[in-house]
């Protein structure tokens, strides 16, 4: 069965650069979610979207937007990186209703 | 504060041991869910539960949700060294506000 597919898995970037990951929902899954997890941390939530519209947002940094596409796709765009951004961001998808999250694979985001 | 405790945070057995992984919160949850994360991949959703006092059985592993909704427990039967990893409990609580993670429970198994 098709899973939820994050890009790229693996990003290396400088202080003060941009970065945008892209997420790929499970098909007909019309809820996305965003998490950001540190090393040895338990995974924070970030934002999610719902249709394609903003529905929950966490402890997102204001250097920090997202958005979802016309075709379910989502991304996070991180500008002004900074080192403590250095972590696992996951995506995770869902139906609404159907309480149980199916995450990507994560995107590994180092920050130099 | 953590919306979400559990405890252990850290439990160490050997291959065939039996154990028990608890989720506790202070406050009510419309459901809780159970999630396996191995290093440097994402979290496996195992199970929801969300009636108070359900139990559900996935083979080895038994989970079970509190009668206030506000606790469940994860139970391993004759661990097996493959079960090794991070295991997560989450939920929205029943304000149905942020989905929420607790800090885990690293669990190793040893041959």
């Known amino acids: 069965a098709a899973g939820v597919i994050q890009s790229p898995r693996h990003l290396i970037k400088e202080k003060r650069e941009t970065a945008t990951l892209k997420c790929y929902p499970i098909?007909?899954?019309?809820?996305v979610y965003w998490y950001q997890q540190g090393p040895g941390q338990d995974p924070q939530f970030l934002i999610s979207?719902?249709?394609?519209?903003?529905?929950d947002k966490g402890s997102i940094p204001d250097r920090f937007s997202a958005q979802q596409f016309s075709d379910y796709h989502s991304e996070l765009n991180m500008s002004s990186l900074e080192l403590g951004d250095s972590a696992l961001y996951f995506c995770?998808?869902?139906?609404?209703?159907?309480?149980?999250?199916?995450f990507g694979a994560g995107t590994r985001l180092s920050v130099l | 504060t953590q919306l979400l405790e559990q405890s252990p945070q850290f439990l160490s057995i050997q291959e065939g041991e039996n154990l028990t992984v608890y989720c506790n919160s202070s406050?009510?949850?419309?459901?809780l869910q159970w999630y396996r994360q191995e290093p440097g991949e994402g979290p496996v959703l195992l199970v929801t539960?969300?009636?108070?006092?359900e139990v559900k059985k996935l083979k080895r592993l038994t989970f079970q949700f509190g009668d206030a909704r506000k606790d469940s427990s994860l139970h391993i039967t004759a661990a097996q060294t493959g079960d090794t990893g991070l295991y997560l409990c989450?939920?929205?609580?029943?304000?149905?506000?942020?989905?929420?993670f607790g800090p885990g429970t690293r669990l190793s198994v040893l041959p």
């Open positions: 098909p007909r899954h019309d809820t």
């Open positions: 995770a998808s869902s139906l609404r209703g159907d309480r149980g999250q199916y």
């Open positions: 406050s009510v949850f419309s459901s």
């Open positions: 989450a939920g929205v609580d029943n304000y149905g506000q942020n989905f929420v």
């Open positions: 979207f719902y249709e394609k519209m903003q529905s």
């Open positions: 539960v969300v009636t108070g006092g």
